[in-house]
């Protein structure tokens, strides 16, 4: 994926500084990324795609940060999101 | 009644005035050649015809069809592909890109996309195990595998199923 192609997509990134450090690829998700692991694709209920153990629930934005508080994240009271 | 004509060489034909062909016209000569000039433009025109004929029977049901047929398949796949690939490239849920309507008209082309698919999957490995499943009603892949394993065991599928067929050779 190209820089245009990027900003096209995120149009934030227009004002910021970024580079692209790899190539796209199908084996990660941006989540499984963020956690620190390229090896598999996060997603709950998929197919061949792993979802930690006792997480019952995927696919909502309750789910995603309990996944990245068990990971080192923490919840900051900033309202800001930005689709995908 | 025409008589031995006096300018003919071989004294064998008669002239006949009536035609007048001039003067060294032999009647019976000029009626065979053109008798033979009529027989050999027929069958020119009969070979002409049949070649015709036989060229419109072989599109209709011979090689051509079939090759115009998979042509039309290659082309809806390729489009659907890159419409999937260009809407879908920055989503992070497989079951959602799966839903995507390219992905379901690729699916519904049913049989005929199995090559297609398996050569897409060899050369731009991308989640079509999905589609695979959905056509072809199998599925090869371990429960435990990951991406790569993924691929190569539909890869391994089509080799096993199509002896003659290698995904490296007729495929790629």
């Known amino acids: ?84 | 009644m025409p008589g031995r004509d006096s300018s003919c060489k071989t004294e064998k034909h008669y002239w006949s005035e009536n035609r007048g062909r001039g003067p060294y016209d032999c009647a019976d000569v000029w009626d065979r050649a053109r008798e033979r000039t009529r027989r050999e433009l027929g069958r020119r025109h009969l070979k002409a015809r049949y070649d015709s004929a036989s060229r419109i029977v072989e599109t209709i049901a011979g090689r051509k069809r079939p090759q115009s047929e998979a042509a039309r398949v290659e082309l809806i796949f390729n489009q659907n592909v890159a419409r999937w690939k260009s809407e879908t490239l920055h989503w992070s849920s497989i079951q959602k890109m799966i839903s995507h309507p390219s992905y379901l008209r690729i699916i519904g082309i049913g049989k005929p996309v199995i090559p297609l698919l398996i050569r897409e999957l060899h050369n731009n490995p991308d989640h079509w195990f999905a589609a695979l499943e959905a056509v072809t009603g199998e599925n090869p892949v371990p429960p435990t595998a990951n991406f790569p394993q993924a691929v190569a065991a539909w890869v391994e599928w089509w080799e096993r199923n199509n002896d003659s067929r290698r995904v490296t050779g007729t495929l790629s």
């Open chain 1, 1 to 84: 994926m190209t820089r245009d192609e990027l900003q096209g997509l995120f149009p934030k990134l227009a004002d910021s500084n970024f580079s692209i450090e790899s190539a796209m690829t199908p084996q990660y998700n941006c989540i499984a990324f963020a956690v620190g692991d390229e090896s598999q694709w996060w997603e709950h209920g998929a197919r061949l795609c792993y979802w930690p153990p006792g997480m019952t629930e995927g696919g909502t934005l309750d789910s995603w940060i309990r996944v990245f508080e068990r990971h080192g994240y923490d919840l900051l009271s900033i309202n800001s999101t930005t689709d995908n």
